[in-house]
């Protein structure tokens, strides 16, 4: 019967949706817990607020899928995977602030700003902090696990910083941008997710590895893949998402990020692969 | 004689200009040698710009000056107090941001705008992960010191954030401030600095004992009387520095700081106590 693999097909589709959902929740109910609505009220109440309202960005659950991917417990990553949010959600409180010299570029949405942009400016400047101080409160003399948060902590300070996501921001801005028309090339653009998104996505996987125990050569596949992944989310969804020719790069790109997988063993190896669709 | 009391404080003041001068020499030699113009050199040399255009400010000097008063060597907290310095950068350069609700602060100061504000969000946003970059890399596997590491990461992350600076930032917005007038109380702007000087401080004096070896005691000692010297700072320097009543108030600190000081010993004791004339 024709009808047998396509559903077969559905089946894992909302298999792998179950396991990320599973994996968002887990997730967000970390970061409630521990950004609880503490004084200050009048900073911790805006902050809790922009930290949810941030869109979600598929590199924290990468970093969990990674670390289980190479058989460490999602516990483990929970701690990196919150704080990668918390950068993204910092990240993007701070592109929507309203700066006399910024152009709209196209990926940028339009918000509702609930905040003066100088409360959203300083909100900003405390999810940074309060994330890297998650990260470093997940140290446990229990798991013996130091020297691994420290490294994670230089793998996401990097990622987030003027060799990653600031640096994909900067050339942003160099690439002047207006509506409906194309000013900047494909390589360009595809330049610019892969430092604006890639970074943080290759980083989140690598470090998704690092607290799950797994090897250096694991560690540097998984990382190759979330560059893969999230240059695929910048040109489908950030910098590329309205250019010609970006299902094509999009295609090798998902093909690239599929043959960092193919040594892995295990269950968990389909729902992972599933991030080249996300 | 009545001129030598006098001669010798000349003296003294001297000599505690040079130790402060050669902390100083030494947290920017470490700091240029840490920050290399190394590419991306559009984001490295615009960054290297504005982390040494910022001004001086005492919290790094704090950080070696505790350091070494409970028996540690510079080197064990030079790597914090370059991250002090990074830190305080970054909020120097978001707090000059030509924000559209912004109302210019008397304690602002105004500078020469060396890039667009874009470029000065996205640098003072690459700055804080430098910084928790920096700390982390100074993870030493023959000093064991990961432990001391991670817990000044979380001291750092804590007097930056939302329990911090940012606390501290937040209630200046609250106070309407134009020149000549005073609209605001001194009890409020003590708060004020307190938050956003004096955390800071507090924050750099504690983590200098903590890698210098400090015990919980002068760990806490120290960090009162970086919390005083700190709010002194910005009662003289900062949000308070055009308000009446300011100098009972200074006095006042100045003699709780030094109590904090009374059981230290050895040398270092009388350099560490000029902070409060900074």
Redesign the interface.
């Known amino acids: 019967r024709a009808s047998l693999p396509h559903r077969s097909m559905m089946v894992t589709m909302s298999q792998n949706q179950s396991y990320w959902s599973s994996i968002n929740a887990d997730i967000e109910a970390h970061l409630k817990q521990a950004i609880p609505l503490r004084p ?1 009220l ?3 109440e805006p ?1 809790h607020h922009l930290v949810f309202a941030a869109p979600q960005n598929p590199a924290p659950a990468l970093c969990i899928a990674a670390c289980e991917l190479v058989g460490g417990h999602r516990d483990q990553a929970m701690a990196a995977a919150s704080t990668l949010h918390l950068m993204h959600a ?2 993007f409180t ?1 592109q929507q ?6 152009p709209r570029p196209k990926s940028r949405p339009t918000i509702h700003h609930a905040y ?4 959203e ?6 999810m ?3 994330g ?2 998650l990260l ?2 997940s ?1 446990d003399p229990a798991q013996n696990n ?2 691994r ?3 994670v ?2 793998e ?3 990622a ?4 990653g996501m ?2 994909g ?2 050339y942003e ?1 160099e690439c002047p941008q207006s509506e409906g028309e194309e000013l900047c090339d494909i390589g360009w653009i595809e330049q610019v997710c892969k430092k604006k998104e890639g970074e943080l996505h290759a980083c989140g996987a690598a470090c998704g590895a690092i607290l799950g125990g797994g090897s250096e050569a694991e560690i540097e596949k998984l990382r190759r893949f979330g560059l893969y992944v999230g240059t695929i989310q910048g040109m489908l969804h950030g910098a590329g998402k309205l250019e010609k020719g970006v299902m094509k790069v999009v295609e090798e790109l998902r093909n690239l990020a599929l043959k960092e997988l193919e040594e892995f063993k295990g269950g968990k190896v389909e729902a992972i692969s599933s991030f080249v669709n996300v």
Chains 1, 2 share one sequence.
């Open positions: 200050p009048q900073v911790f902050m910092a990240s701070h602030l309203p700066l006399t010299d910024r003066g942009p100088n409360i400016l300083l909100l900003g400047d405390g940074i902090p309060l890297f101080e470093a409160r140290d130091s020297d948060i420290l490294r902590t230089i996401i300070a990097r987030i910083g003027s060799q600031v640096e921001q900067y801005l």
